[in-house]
């Protein structure tokens, strides 16, 4: 038998609660803001032509009117190249308030993007145009202090430069929640990355550019939609038996089987499995019984330095988690709401503390519920009759082991 007594910082005052705040992140769809790969093309020859005169301090006969057109018409690659190369352009023909709009209506044409392959060139180049003085170099006063997990040095490999040394990374995530894989850095691939050019070159100012391209949805019903991204990205599954069971109609995307991973779930215990790619980022499976046990599994996967080839059982404990008993009754605190709402409408200064006791049987429902109120104006036996009925009518995930609640409630107008 397991004995949770919450401390009192875990309470919740109720009668303030008129809304929630939803965090989006992880119920979200990903969102792909990548611009498609230039393509070889009249327009990019036009680009490099200019440029190459421009690194030689000319401007070729017509180029800003090519550029311009190229910046207009061309595909995404090919305008944001083509923009920078014409204020290079205005600059040199001391048009420097032209140079300048380029730059802002290009940065202002990236607003939805988080980071973009030419942020920092542009960054710079704006700046130096509008102060008249290079940027000054800003000291990065958090370099190496976010965490790195094992697992993402190990996986950082999977991601290769282009020509110019710039990485690309996309991640795509399904299911479970973010929190849980920032704190941990499981999939800080680019910081894996720095790193290493850190390790190897601990004197360079020059450090490799990387851009992360990062997209959560909370549910499986998003791999139709992003099913052409899932040959080239990393992609993450988070499976539960509860909330985001994975049909079977999307093996195909999975390390393994989904017949295979429910019967290693039977069992109780968490799994990690890992499907290697030749030319991609590989797939991982996080995946256990009840959603609340994927954070634990995700530690286990996070401390692994090398990919796994075979599917790896993680041992969980078969209790339930604290938050997972608190989000329960978070859940419910409407109910308790209504309770102390019709207390309030007999006694307007009605506060205090009740405690709610419980056991919560192998199926998850409650039983042998009571309210032990703290001060006198919680002694109604009404109030306590509406708080014992709102906790009997709680419901767990099953976890064929019984648990035994004390929940403190702290009320106040």
Not at 232 to 258: C, E, G
């Amino acid at each position: 038998m397991t004995h949770f007594r919450f401390p009192t910082l875990v309470t919740l005052t109720l009668l303030g609660v008129v809304g929630c705040t939803a965090e989006t992140t992880s119920g979200g769809e990903p969102v792909d803001n990548r611009s498609q790969p230039a393509q070889a093309s009249e327009a990019a020859r036009q680009i490099e032509a200019a440029e190459r005169s421009l690194d030689v301090g000319k401007v070729l006969p017509g180029s800003a009117q090519t550029l311009e057109q190229v910046a207009k018409n061309g595909n995404a690659d090919e305008r944001d190249s083509a923009a920078i190369a014409l204020s290079r352009t205005y600059e040199l023909e001391g048009k420097t308030e032209a140079a300048i709009k380029t730059l802002e209506d290009l940065l202002a044409r990236h607003r939805e993007d988080v980071r973009w392959g030419l942020e920092d060139e542009v960054d710079e180049r704006l700046v130096k145009l509008v102060t008249g003085k290079a940027a000054p170099k800003r000291p990065d006063l958090y370099e190496g202090k976010e965490p790195i997990a094992a697992f993402a040095r190990a996986i950082a490999p999977s991601f290769q430069p282009d020509e110019k040394g710039a990485y690309e990374i996309e991640i795509l995530e399904f299911g479970g929640w973010d929190r849980p894989s920032d704190q941990l850095g499981t999939f800080d691939v680019g910081g894996a990355i720095r790193e290493a050019a850190i390790t190897k070159c601990p004197l360079c100012e020059k450090r490799p550019r990387i851009h992360t391209h990062r997209g959560r949805s909370g549910s499986w019903a998003s791999i139709p939609k992003y099913r052409d991204n899932l040959d080239t990205a990393l992609v993450v599954f988070f499976y539960d038996q509860t909330f985001n069971r994975i049909p079977s109609r999307y093996d195909r995307y999975l390390p393994l089987p989904s017949t295979e991973i429910e019967a290693k779930l039977a069992s109780g215990q968490g799994l990690v499995a890992v499907k290697q790619r030749t030319a991609a980022p590989p797939v991982v499976l996080i995946a256990a019984p009840r959603p609340g046990q994927l954070e634990d599994v995700e530690k286990a996967l996070a401390q692994m330095s090398e990919l796994p080839e075979a599917p790896v059982s993680v041992p969980l404990a078969p209790g339930l988690r604290p938050d997972e008993i608190r989000a329960v009754v978070r859940d419910a605190r409407k109910d308790f709401k209504a309770c102390y709402d019709a207390l309030l409408q007999r006694d307007a200064q009605a506060t205090g503390r009740v405690t709610l006791a419980f056991d919560i049987n192998a199926e998850g429902y409650v039983e042998n519920a009571t309210t032990d109120p703290s001060s006198p104006a919680l002694e109604d036996a009404a109030f306590l009759s509406c708080f014992q009925n709102a906790t009997q009518a709680l419901q767990f995930p099953k976890t064929q082991q019984k648990t035994t609640v004390k929940y403190p409630l702290t009320l106040t107008p």
